[in-house]
Structures are given as structure tokens and as C-alpha cells.
T-cell receptor, first 117, second 109 residues
Framework: EAQVTQNPRYLITVTGKKLTVTCSQN?????MSWYRQDPGLGLRQIYY???????DKGDVPEGYKVSRKEKRNFPLILESPSPNQTSLYFC????????????????FGEGSRLTVL | TQLLEQSPQFLSIQEGENLTVYCNSS?????LQWYRQEPGEGPVLLVT?????EVKKLKRLTFQFGDARKDSSLHITAAQPGDTGLYLC?????????FGTGTRLKVLA
């Protein structure tokens, strides 16, 4: 079954304790991206990757890191989490990056709800 | 900066009623997508519109892309409780998707 898998689905942690949210897709997609979803703010892009070893900042990258060492995996790293990073996080992938007149379908994971105390 | 504003932000209606959700921008988009997100899940693509003035129908859902490609609407006919969810429009920026602020719909039985 084609899917995007995120782990953990739920996490409560404390300020400053490094954590990683994993993301894996089994569709051989080039493009992967991380979003955070907050009430009233919609989905905001944190980082994206157009292929292995190619990553770039989205709209809200502060406090986050990513890596793309393999095509299928795109982990999100919070080196020193703070309470303002409490949010619902989504990983998503598509066959190719969005371009004019060539927008593909974004496939989302089920989300990871993170609480930073 | 390209932004997508959706209205209304919240909508609660009775089963059988019709409704329209709007997605507006001051920027031109080459294409727009509509996603629906149910509680506890990620958004799922409903439709992509790529031509100004285009109208697409998906059962009781009708999607329209504005002539100037700056706005889109989603019309639901005879809403059902299964239509409940968060509706998001999205546009294609350069190598990134830009999402609207979302419309949370609740259809009461």
C-alpha cells in the first residue's frame, strides 16, 4: 500500500531535549516536505527536499533541521525544542516538486502531535 | 509573498443544505488544488484545477477556478455528515506548495 509513515504519532517532551520525528515514503517520490499545522494558521512549510541531499528552507525553518540521505526517508530534527514548537506536524511527499502547470498530488502522513513542556 | 485566504473560517450547517467555500489570493496561480482533512488524518487531495474558468465536478462537489486564476471556490450540494472536515486550498509556488488558512465544515445530521 502506497503510504507516508510518520513516527511517533504522539510525543510529550520537555524543553531542550533533542528529538527526531521520522518520515518514510514507499512511493519512490522525489519531493518530500514537512509542515506544521496550528489553529488559525493553516499548514506552514518548515523544510522541503527535492531529492537526495537536496534540502531547502520553507516558511518557518527556525529551530528545525532535516536531512535526506536516502530517497525514502526525511527525518525532522528538533535540536532543542521549545514550547512554541508545540504543534501538529505533517510529512508529505509527491512524485515531483510543484512547478507551474505541473502540480502533482501531495501525499500526507497521519501527523505527529508534539507537546513541548 | 503569495498568500491564500479562505472564507468562511468555520461553517456549521444542517444535512441537505448547500454551501460554498472560497479561496482568494492577490497573486496569480498556475493551478490550485483542494484537499480535505478529517480528524486524526492528513489532508487528502480532492481535485486540481489548472485552467482559468475551469469547472470540475466530483459527485456533489463542484470546483471552480477563477478566470484570472487568483481565486477558486468549492460548492457542496446537499451536504452530508460525511462531508465534515477541514477543507484546504493549495497553490503551486516555486518548488513549494502554499496552503490556504482552511475552512472547517461541520454537517449536522
Amino acid at each position: 500500500e502506497a503510504q507516508v509513515t510518520q513516527n511517533p504519532r504522539y510525543l510529550i517532551t520537555v524543553t531542550g531535549k533533542k528529538l527526531t520525528v521520522t518520515c518514510s515514503q514507499n512511493m519512490n517520490h522525489e519531493y518530500m516536505s514537512w509542515y506544521r499545522q496550528d489553529p488559525g494558521l493553516g499548514l506552514r512549510q518548515i523544510y522541503y527536499s527535492m531529492n537526495v541531499e537536496v534540502t531547502d528552507k520553507g516558511d518557518v525553518p527556525e529551530g528545525y533541521k532535516v536531512s535526506r540521505k536516502e530517497k525514502r526517508n526525511f527525518p525532522l530534527i528538533l535540536e532543542s525544542p521549545s514550547p512554541n514548537q508545540t504543534s501538529l506536524y505533517f510529512c508529505a511527499s509527491s512524485l515531483w516538486p510543484p512547478r507551474d502547470l505541473n502540480t502533482g498530488e501531495l501525499f500526507f502522513g497521519e501527523g505527529s502531535r508534539l507537546t513541548v513542556l | 509573498t503569495q498568500l491564500l485566504e479562505q472564507s468562511p473560517q468555520f461553517l456549521s450547517i444542517q444535512e441537505g443544505e448547500n454551501l460554498t467555500v472560497y479561496c482568494n489570493s492577490s497573486s496569480v496561480f498556475s493551478s490550485l488544488q483542494w484537499y480535505r482533512q478529517e480528524p486524526g488524518e492528513g489532508p487528502v487531495l480532492l481535485v486540481t484545477v489548472v485552467t482559468g474558468g475551469e469547472v470540475k465536478k466530483l459527485k456533489r462537489l463542484t470546483f471552480q477556478f477563477g478566470d484570472a486564476r487568483k481565486d477558486s471556490s468549492l460548492h457542496i450540494t446537499a451536504a452530508q455528515p460525511g462531508d465534515t472536515g477541514l477543507y484546504l486550498c493549495a497553490g503551486a509556488g516555486t518548488y513549494k506548495y502554499i496552503f490556504g488558512t482552511g475552512t472547517r465544515l461541520k454537517v449536522l445530521a
